[in-house]
Each structure stands twice: as structure tokens, then as C-alpha cells.
């Protein structure tokens, strides 16, 4: 199996945006507007949107009844910003000796346009450099609060116990299969045409292949690149036998700006 590759970096000169024959699919859960397809059109790049995986609003009895002791916490750990609006809609400012953890600046910046402090972000946007940070810090021993999806991985909150945290990990909300036109995008794989797929998260992954069917799923693969948001989806990619370019940075632009590059050098 292919390892993840890494793209040059920087914005692509103005002269060398134009419109691209190749379609690029985008896995993630936003509408046609949304952040990552607006910004593959602007780079001239043809989108089809196959959002595999949704979120929902989990139950919220158990995070409000945490979050009315937020103040009992030394940190709070943000994985997502979908975590942080769960939160943040429900306690409108940082109790002021709470200390915030994010993992990506995507994250870091939904925190600070709801005038939340951000305290420790690791320089690369995954659970495992959170964890690798919060280990030079004086953490045994304290309380920390991970809202989390109903399909956090382990990293985090082992991590974080391991070091010596008292983690308590409540879910935040939940990610679900969508419902996906199965037969327009078989269609679609059918006809040709997709230089690319995009990944924003391992849920993308395992939904998208659960979706379509492995036989789909690897005809797509095997004419179009899979382009990783950070490691942790290009290993779910990988457990499924498929190489993946990762991101240049692990943002939607990041994510946007890779695809572009690659698609422009497989016309």
C-alpha cells in the first residue's frame, strides 16, 4: 500500500487557476455552499458533492448537566468545531481558570470568534500532537473536559489519562451515515472524469465505502487520488489498501489547495 505523500506548499499563482475537466468529490457534511466545495469552485475545480457522513445533536442531558460544573475543570479539549459550537451554545464564555485545548486551527478559530481563549494548540492538527503537547505540561492530577463525537477515538482521552488527567469525555454530538444517492454516484464512477476525492475526517472513509459498496468504493479509488485532511484519515485510507495525498495543511484550505495541485498535474 501506498504511504501518504506531501504537496509543495503555497497559494497557486493566479495565472495557473483555471478551470479543471477532472471532478473533484467532496465526503464531507456541508451543504453546496459550504466551506471546502466554495473553495474548490473558486480555484475552478468541478464539485460533486457526496456528503457521506451527517452531523446530528446528540442527546444533551448528560452535556448540560456536566457543563453546569465547567467551572470545576482546570481544561477542556476541543476536537472539532462542532464540539465547540455544542458548548459554546450553551455557556457563553470560559470560566476564567479554565484553560482550552484545540486541534487545528480550524478549531482555534470557531473559538475565538465566540471570544473563547485558546491555551494549547499543537503544531500539527491531530489527537495524538494534542497529546504529545499536553505532556510537557504540568497535567497529572487534573480535571479535564472532553466533549467529544459519538465516534471520538481513544487518543485522546487515553492519552490524556495516561499522563495522569482525570478525563471525563461526554459526547457533544453525534456522526451518522447520510443518506447518500447511491445509484446517481455509482453512475458517476461509471461515466469517469473524478481525478480526485476529498477526506475530512475517518468517518468520511468508512461511510463513504459502507455506502457505496467495497466494489464501488475501490473503482472509484483506483481512478481517482483520495486526498487525506491530516494522518489519522490517511490511515483509515490505508486500512482499506488505498495510498492518499495529504493536505498541506490539515484545514479545509489546506485541503482545498492539495486538491487543486493534484488535479491540475493529473489532466
Not at 143 to 158: C, D, G, Y
Not at 251 to 263: P, S
Request: net charge neutral.
Amino acid at each position: 500500500m501506498d504511504a501518504p505523500s506531501k504537496p509543495p506548499h503555497g497559494e497557486p499563482d493566479d495565472s495557473s487557476v483555471e478551470a479543471s475537466s477532472k471532478l473533484v468529490v467532496v465526503t464531507r457534511a456541508e451543504p453546496d455552499n459550504g466551506p471546502l466545495t466554495s473553495q474548490l469552485r473558486d480555484l475552478g475545480l468541478q464539485v460533486l458533492l457526496w456528503p457521506a457522513v451527517s452531523v446530528a445533536a446528540a442527546q444533551t442531558g448528560v452535556l448540560e448537566e456536566t457543563l453546569r460544573s465547567i467551572a470545576e475543570f482546570d481544561w477542556i479539549v476541543f476536537a472539532s468545531r462542532y464540539a465547540v459550537a455544542a458548548v459554546t451554545e450553551r455557556v457563553a464564555a470560559a470560566p476564567p481558570n479554565l484553560r482550552v485545548a484545540a486541534v487545528g486551527q480550524a478549531t482555534a478559530q470557531v473559538l475565538h470568534q465566540r471570544g473563547w481563549p485558546v491555551d494549547l494548540l499543537p503544531e500539527d492538527a491531530n489527537a495524538a500532537a494534542l497529546v504529545s503537547a499536553f505532556a510537557t505540561k504540568p497535567i497529572s492530577g487534573m480535571k479535564v473536559l472532553f466533549p467529544a463525537s459519538s465516534r471520538a477515538l481513544p487518543t485522546i482521552a487515553a492519552g490524556l489519562t495516561q499522563l495522569g488527567a482525570k478525563v471525563v469525555q461526554v459526547e457533544a454530538y453525534r456522526t451518522e451515515p447520510a443518506a447518500l444517492d447511491v445509484a446517481a454516484c455509482r453512475a458517476a464512477i461509471e461515466r469517469g472524469g473524478i481525478g480526485a476525492v476529498t477526506f475530512a475526517s475517518p468517518s468520511a472513509v468508512i461511510e463513504l465505502e459502507q455506502a457505496l459498496g467495497k466494489e464501488s468504493f475501490d473503482r472509484l479509488l483506483a481512478g481517482a487520488k483520495a486526498v487525506a485532511i491530516g494522518p489519522t484519515t490517511a490511515r483509515e485510507l490505508a486500512a482499506r489498501g488505498r495510498g492518499s495525498v495529504l493536505a498541506e495543511s490539515a484545514t479545509l484550505r489546506g485541503l482545498a489547495l492539495t486538491t487543486f495541485r493534484l488535479v491540475q498535474t493529473r489532466q
